[in-house]
T-cell receptor
Framework: DAKTTQPNSMESNEEEPVHLPCNHS???????IHWYRQLPSQGPEYVIH???SNVNNRMASLAIAEDRKSSTLILHRATLRDAAVYYC??????????FGQGTRLTINP | AAGVIQSPRHLIKEKRETATLKCYPI?????VYWYQQGPGQDPQFLIS???????DKGSIPDRFSAQQFSDYHSELNMSSLELGDSALYFC???????????????FGPGTRLTVL
């Protein structure tokens, strides 16, 4: 499975934008970039995914570098409920999700 | 909207006992996944089923077995329990086949297994 690298932790303030980076230099052409998050004491939940173009949904935006070797998850206005571990996952078509280390996001009131 | 249901939510067992965890996927979802998350660790894939057939296998111990039934619910059977089996066990479901390269997985709340 292709590897992703994320910072261990990040901190931000409530109502400010948050940019969560992910490096995936060994990504292949068929890898989708997925983001999941795990809130405390809950199962992971899907956030967003993309292949080549930037993507937006009600939860977040995903900015994908032109060479696809990195991506950034953008939370436009963080709330306390966004405090979670965020996982960047490359999905090559196999059904399983391979969770790496993830970024623990802390939101300050 | 209906979510993935897991039972029981908490389970306490002694070493060498057996445990059965159940998962009820979202209606019409045909694929079920099992993940194990040890204390302070990230979720690790165990096994998955598509249309009642095993579709992928991760680092699942031989002491564990699982199956998906005709109503698509799944059970994870764990025998000869060890202290190291204490973990959160998540079930997820999705709608998709073997080519589901970007299918969203919906996770249940998990079963917390404690082995004493």
């Amino acid at each position: 499975d292709a590897k992703t690298t994320q910072p261990n932790s990040m901190e931000s303030n409530e109502e400010e934008p948050v940019h969560l980076p992910c490096n995936h230099s060994t990504i292949s052409g068929t890898d989708y970039i997925h983001w999941y998050r795990q809130l405390p004491s809950q199962g992971p939940e899907y956030v967003i995914h993309g292949l080549t173009s930037n993507v937006n949904n009600r939860m977040a935006s995903l900015a994908i570098a032109e060479d696809r070797k990195s991506s950034t998850l953008i939370l436009h206005r963080a709330t306390l409920r966004d405090a979670a571990v965020y996982y960047c996952i490359l999905w090559r078509g196999a059904q399983k999700l391979v969770f790496g280390q993830g970024t623990r996001l802390t939101i300050n009131p | 909207a209906a979510g993935v249901i897991q039972s029981p939510r908490h389970l306490i067992k002694e070493k060498r006992e057996t445990a059965t965890l159940k998962c009820y996927p979202i209606p019409r979802h045909d694929t079920v996944y099992w993940y194990q998350q040890g204390p302070g660790q990230d979720p690790q894939f165990l096994i998955s089923f598509y249309e009642k057939m095993q579709s992928d296998k991760g680092s699942i111990p031989d002491r564990f077995s699982a199956q998906q039934f005709s109503d698509y619910h799944s059970e994870l059977n764990m025998s000869s329990l060890e202290l190291g089996d204490s973990a959160l066990y998540f079930c997820a479901s999705s709608l998709g086949g073997l080519a589901g390269g970007h299918n969203e997985q919906f996770f249940g709340p998990g079963t917390r297994l404690t082995v004493l």
